[in-house]
């Protein structure tokens, strides 16, 4: 929950256009921007914040595509199909959420801040059946003062990445073995393409299926259907594993990951530690975005602030269902002798 300032704050329902400011409108205030205080000439249109609000959910669909299995060939190629339990959020029951909070500033020609945001988003899982999840999103965005609260909206995620009308199709095409740290892991080499009348999408991962995050590589390219014009390139890779990383109140195993999206418009450099205890998997990211000459026009940081897993023994079910998340993990903790 966002807490009001001590002048109060105003909650307003995004989409609502006579509610929400648009850039270029508003009255001349000023907004705390990490460093200082910084001078706001404008309110940052909300849509322009869920459009930011978007490429974290892109990181979160990547995320929940990082867990592969390799099953039997068929003609010759080995397919791929993903268990539940290798998904990030899959693998966890129905109910269970967590919930994030993101800080942004954008910068104007001259590096200064021109506007911060604080966005927070609760994904929780609706459902799950054989092929992928279904996911609802809320979000609360906090500028200049005032809250936007959008409306609640499911995301079909599917297990191969893809979705119900394009299937990934991942296919193992070779064998390679990714450095971690002076030490070679085995790894699968897989591909995919997926093409439509607009573009082709080709993803090439490297897989090991015994190492979490089990993705250690992962190169997307989108290009035109010829795949003569690349129009944006996306490159993970896992930079480190097994490292201790703490999630809320305890020290758990993670995985840090780099991430740099380059396209037309500028590029986007995200450093991003996952942990698949959590549902979703998401704990913590940093990110920053360059226009097309390299200067830095945006940055953020994201951090999760809770989560909560669902219980399915049969006595919580009889109960109605008990939800065992970080809250309770911290009075539990602070409770023992």
């Not at 706001?40 to 299995?69: C, E, H, M």
């Not at 780099?258 to 998401?282: H, I």
Request: hydrophobic share 35%.
């Amino acid at each position: 929950m966002i807490r009001q300032s001590a002048g109060g704050s105003h909650d307003r329902r995004m989409g609502d256009s006579g509610n929400c400011p648009a850039a270029g409108t508003g009255t001349r205030e000023s907004i705390s921007a990490g460093r200082g205080t910084a001078r706001n000439d404008w309110y940052p249109n909300p849509v322009v914040v869920l459009k930011q609000l978007g490429r974290d959910l892109w990181s979160i669909r990547f995320v929940l595509t990082v867990s592969l299995a390799l099953t039997g060939a068929t003609a010759g190629a080995q397919t791929v199909v993903i268990p539940r339990e290798h998904h990030a959020w899959g693998r966890f029951p129905p109910g269970s959420w967590s919930k994030v909070r993101k800080w942004m500033e954008e910068l104007d020609e001259k590096g200064n801040v021109k506007s911060a945001s604080t966005t927070e988003t609760k994904t929780t899982l609706i459902g799950v059946d054989e092929g992928g999840c279904t996911l609802q999103m809320e979000v609360t965005v906090e500028v200049a003062g005032k809250r936007f609260v959008a409306q609640p909206r499911q995301v079909r995620v599917e297990f191969d990445g893809g979705n119900a009308s394009q299937r990934a199709g991942l296919h193992k095409v070779g064998e390679k073995a990714w450095d971690l740290g002076g030490k070679p892991v085995p790894c699968a080499a897989l591909e995919s393409v997926v093409t439509n009348d607009e573009t082709r999408v080709t993803s090439k991962l490297e897989y090991c299926d015994s190492m979490p995050p089990f993705v250690l590589r992962r190169e997307t390219v989108t290009a035109t259907p010829d795949g003569k014009q690349v129009l944006e390139q996306t490159v993970m890779e896992v930079i480190a594993v097994e490292m201790p990383q703490k999630v809320l109140t305890e020290l758990k195993t993670g995985a840090h990951m780099r991430t740099v999206q380059r396209q037309k418009s500028g590029s986007t450099f995200t450093l991003e530690v996952v942990c698949f205890d959590v549902p979703g998997g998401v704990v913590s990211h940093t990110s920053k975005d360059l226009n097309p000459a390299g200067k830095l026009v945006r940055r953020s940081t994201l951090e999760l602030i809770d989560y909560g897993v669902a219980d399915t023994s049969d006595a919580t079910r009889r109960s109605g269902g008990v939800f065992y998340h970080g809250r309770m993990r911290r009075q539990l903790l602070q409770s023992r002798p």
